[in-house]
């Protein structure tokens, strides 16, 4: 009785203008930005059932029941930077501040490379004391020692002569979340100091250089409207990135933002399903954010369409202290060893974790 009712309600969703545009989607992959705008209008519990499968379709299609892994080793959480979002802004004087040795960040891709990760995320605040000699000492040696493993790095805003060199170094992805594609909407986001012009510019030169690039934005983040995230949905349809990371926005009590609702669960899931629909190919993560507003987040993401999730290799001593947002997963004793919780939940939704790099499987040049 309870499945027919459900049944039904979404038979009338595929019969409306949102319906039939997510049916254009899943056929062409782009979208006018009035018709993202619209699509996202329709974002409901029948929107989700109904756009999820297909975008589960879509992936398999080209990654089959295989989530790739990516440990994430967090080295520093100093950032000379002031984001009004984050919780390791510099403004955040109650933040615990530390910094991983190159030792030790070498000990975390150890200990990672005996449980099977391939690949090694780089990730930290705009902290000064990693110069690019630094840095591409620390890729090197981590190319060197595992040389079946990409190396991506999560390091912020850069001078295109940096990039050059980290992926001369060897490095072979990049994250850099464009966080909104509106410029109005990013300067809400950030104070004066920082610009859209040269985070989209970074963006740009990471491409050129060569890397496989990330970018994505929280969905829910503080002034965002539709009209924002169908600009966001536009650019990842024209840059066609490599990866696309997008979690929940949820506050920290100690930036500006603290009182500002979190982004929910299906806004994340239905938004997962569009970029998947948009770019069949793209590296889509389960973000530890979406584990964080549900308990069972980052299943319900891979089932709306995301392959990728980024367990934490950063040692059980620090991880409390790289706090983006409150109550963040995974950073407590419990976690040490996240690959096997990630295992058995993966394979509760049906999704084996596999060992490997997990390239993206865009032919190289197609676009
Ligand atoms: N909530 C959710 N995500 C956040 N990030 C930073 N602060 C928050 C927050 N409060 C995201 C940003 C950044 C990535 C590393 O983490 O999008 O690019
Ligand atoms: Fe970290 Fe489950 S993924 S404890």
Avoid: W
Wanted: hydrophobic content about 35%; aromatic content about 8%; overall charge neutral.
């Amino acid at each position: 009785m309870i499945c027919e009712s459900i049944y039904e309600r979404n038979e009338s969703f595929a019969r409306s203008a949102a319906g039939r545009l997510i049916d254009k989607l899943e056929r062409e992959h782009c979208l006018s930005a009035k018709e993202y705008e619209q699509v996202l209008a329709a974002c409901s519990r029948e929107g989700i059932a109904y756009i999820a499968p297909k975008a589960r379709a879509a992936a398999d299609a080209v990654y089959g029941k295989e989530v790739y892994v990516r440990g994430l080793i967090e080295f520093s959480n100093i950032c000379k930077n002031n984001c009004c979002y984050c919780g390791i802004r510099r403004g955040n004087t109650d933040c615990e501040r530390y910094r991983l040795s190159e030792e030790e960040i070498l000990d975390c891709c150890r200990d990672g490379y005996s449980y099977g990760y391939r690949t090694f995320v780089l990730q930290s605040g705009e902290d000064p004391y990693y110069t690019d000699e630094r840095i591409c000492r620390l890729v090197r040696e981590i190319k060197k020692r595992y040389p079946d493993c990409a190396v991506t790095l999560s390091i912020g805003e850069k001078e295109k002569e940096s990039y050059r060199k980290y992926h001369d170094a060897g490095a072979d992805r990049f994250l850099l979340r464009h966080e909104t594609a509106d410029a109005d909407h990013y300067g809400m986001l950030h104070p004066a100091e920082m610009s859209f012009a040269h985070r989209m510019q970074c963006i740009r030169d990471l491409r050129e250089t060569g890397f496989a690039v990330g970018i994505g934005m929280m969905i829910g983040s503080p002034y965002q409207t539709l009209h924002h995230l169908a600009e966001d949905l536009k650019f990842i349809e024209e840059f066609q990135p490599e990866m696309c990371g997008m979690g929940p926005f949820i506050p920290h009590a100690a930036t500006p933002f603290a009182d500002q609702p979190a982004g929910t669960l299906d806004m994340t899931l239905y938004l997962l399903s569009i970029v998947r629909l948009i770019c069949p190919t793209v590296l889509l993560p389960a973000t530890t954010a979406l584990g964080t507003i549900d308990p069972l987040g980052r299943e319900k993401g891979v089932l709306a369409g995301a392959n990728v999730i980024m367990p934490n290799l950063s040692p059980v001593s620090v991880r409390k202290k790289y706090e983006l947002y409150d109550n963040k997963i995974c950073t407590g004793d419990e976690s040490a060893q996240c690959r096997n919780c990630l295992d058995a939940r993966m394979a509760s939704v049906g999704y084996k974790v596999v060992v490997s790099r997990g390239d993206c499987r865009r032919e190289r040049n197609s676009k």
